[in-house]
């Protein structure tokens, strides 16, 4: 199981549901950093960020690029 998640062509719409199956997996297999790629789309990071704070969780943005988003299980 791949610790990335890329979003490029995720409808904004079903960002929730692929963002919180990811997740799930990753909090059961007690995995200790997962990455999301946005793209460079502000309202894709701000969904994000929404869904992560229901988790209690914080993105960090890569030192590569803002369009990767580091997240600390």
């Known amino acids: 199981m791949s610790t990335k998640l890329d979003l490029h062509g995720v ?3 079903d960002v929730q549901r692929k963002v919180d199956q990811f997740l799930g997996e990753h909090l059961q297999k007690r995995t200790n950093e997962v990455t999301i ?3 460079n789309s502000d309202h894709m990071k701000r969904i994000v960020d929404t869904i992560l704070e229901d988790y ?15 997240i600390k299980l």
């Open 56 to 70: 209690g969780l914080i993105s960090e943005p890569s030192f590569l690029s803002n369009a990767v988003l580091n």
């Open 37 to 39: 790629i946005i793209g």
């Open 11 to 13: 409808k904004h719409i």
